[in-house]
């Protein structure tokens, strides 16, 4: 594994010096969190090839070539379930730029989906109150080990968009810029100027989910985002947990 201070210009200087780019990694979030001590604010780990990917929950976090992974580090002691959310619009902005007339949604708490293929997820976690990291995994143009994959998915190319792995940095400081401006807004209590754009964003308003918390599964009618990030569902308040599912049918209680 080497170490780049980021991209260069033709004669060989850095360019970023905010980056700090790796050529193998098994997580960029792990490698951060091991090293946020000396990681600044904005701070940007990146890799082409990250061999051990993390999702929420455990789970594993596919990167073949062609999916952009980065870790983000923000100075920034706010709600990890607001700052999920956050960079899940700083990345929507940025495709969007990519993909003029695309419009991207949002599934809570922390995927980026077109129709219901998925497209990006978020991984937010904390060293220390206040620092987080950010990992942001992108499909920018995967090369996917086999058809189930472009079922279930889809990409920055498939969109419209003439990217290229050779175009991930490029991207990468998009989505810092729209990062650094959302976290600016959160920073002075701004997460209330955020909400109309997740609110517009988000799928699974007025849907019927299952719902996964721990080893619980119940559904019933998602009714959005309250005032706090959070979804509310049949009434009630979640702070965290996972939508298994998602269907436009009326509610009914009591799914799984």
Request: proline share 7%; hydrophobic share 40%; with cysteine.
């Amino acid at each position: 594994m080497t170490h780049d201070p980021g991209p260069r210009t033709p004669d060989g200087a850095p360019s970023a010096p905010w980056l700090i780019h790796l050529d193998e990694v098994p997580s960029t979030n792990t490698w951060a969190l091991e090293r946020w001590q000396a990681l600044a604010h904005g701070a940007v780990v990146y890799t082409t090839r990250q061999t051990g990917g993390r999702g929420r929950g455990g789970n594993t976090w596919e990167a073949p070539p062609g999916v952009l992974t980065a870790s983000f580090v923000l100075h920034l002691p706010t709600d990890a379930g607001q700052l999920a959310l956050a960079a899940g619009l700083a990345t929507v902005h940025a495709v969007e730029d990519l993909v003029p007339g695309q419009r991207i949604g949002l599934k809570w708490p922390n995927d980026l989906v077109v129709g219901r293929r998925k497209l990006a997820g978020i991984l937010c976690e904390r060293p220390s109150p206040s620092v987080a990291v950010v990992g942001i995994g992108l499909n920018l143009a995967p090369v996917w080990p086999d058809s189930s994959w472009e079922d279930r998915t889809t990409s920055v190319s498939a969109l419209g968009a003439e990217v290229t792995v050779a175009d991930s940095l490029r991207v990468v400081g998009m989505i810092r810029r729209y990062l650094l401006e959302a976290a600016g807004l959160l920073r002075t209590g701004g997460f209330a100027a955020l909400l109309p754009a997740l609110r517009e964003r988000d799928v699974l308003r007025g849907r019927t989910v299952a719902i996964e918390v721990g080893h619980e599964r119940w559904g019933g009618r998602a009714e959005g985002l309250d005032d706090q990030g959070c979804l509310l569902v049949n009434g009630q308040t979640l702070r965290a947990g996972h939508v298994a599912a998602w269907v436009e049918t009326p509610p009914v209680s009591g799914i799984g």
